[in-house]
């Protein structure tokens, strides 16, 4: 099946560790995503890759991470410096950046 | 600054009912469009999208949505509603190829057996 893998579903950490989070694709997708959603602030751009070893901030980078070492793959770390790091993190793909994006189910994280 | 806004956080309807919701994006020049829906513990999926061409845009489910131009809308209508199109609604917008999507707040519609 093709399709966009997230893990863990839940996760669970306490003030001050990093944490990192998983985004897997097999669609052959360029371009790759990671969204904050908030109750009532739809969803906010963390970072963005167009190609493998490239990405760009979005619009609330601060305190994440991310690397794109590899097509499929585009892990997000939670920084220690996020002042609000609880919330659901999701990750999409395109085919372009002009294309439609694709989202995979998402991870909730907590911090404690 | 770009920006897309969508008016009303909740919704709640009976079967049957009619459904209209609003859509406004504050950005000039070419844009494409695009409406996602949440179901309750599934992914956000993509209902439909307009790139350019015909305005009224038909998507999954019985969807549709009318980009006017002069109104900066995008809203989304099913003439008919069911109780399982209770989910939450977001509303994006793209200003030019390239450019990253802009989400609105997002809208959670629940129907009402």
């Known amino acids: 099946d093709g399709g966009i893998t997230q893990s863990p579903k839940y996760l669970f950490r306490k003030e001050g560790q990093n944490v990192t989070l998983s985004c897997e694709q097999n669609?052959?997708?360029?371009?790759m995503y990671w969204y904050r959603q908030d109750p009532g602030q739809g969803l906010r751009l963390i970072y963005y890759?167009?190609?493998?070893?490239?990405?760009q901030k979005g619009d609330i980078a601060e305190g994440y991470s991310v690397s794109r070492e590899k097509k499929e793959s585009f892990p997000l770390t939670v920084t220690s410096a996020q002042k609000n790091p609880t919330a659901f993190y999701l990750c999409?793909?395109?085919?372009?950046?002009?294309?439609?994006?694709?989202f995979g189910p998402g991870t909730r994280l907590t911090v404690l | 600054a770009q920006s897309v806004s969508q008016h009303n956080h909740h919704v709640i309807l009976s079967e049957a009912a009619s459904l209209e919701l609003g859509c406004n994006y504050s950005?000039?020049?070419?844009?494409?469009l695009f409406w996602y829906v949440q179901y309750p513990g599934q992914h956000l999926q993509l209902l439909l999208k307009?790139?350019?061409?015909?305005?009224l845009v038909k998507g999954i489910k019985g969807f549709e949505a009318e980009f006017i131009k002069s109104k900066f809308s995008f809203n989304l209508r099913k003439p008919s509603v069911q109780w399982s199109d209770t989910a939450e609604y977001f509303c994006?917008?793209?200003?030019?190829?390239?450019?990253?999507?802009?989400f609105g707040g997002g809208t959670r519609l629940m129907v009402k057996p």
């Open positions: 999409a793909s395109s085919m372009g950046t002009s294309g439609a994006q694709y």
């Open positions: 669609l052959n997708h360029d371009a």
């Open positions: 307009y790139f350019s061409g015909d305005p």
């Open positions: 950005y000039g020049g070419t844009v494409n």
């Open positions: 890759s167009q190609i493998v070893n490239d990405f």
């Open positions: 994006a917008g793209q200003r030019d190829a390239g450019n990253m999507l802009t």
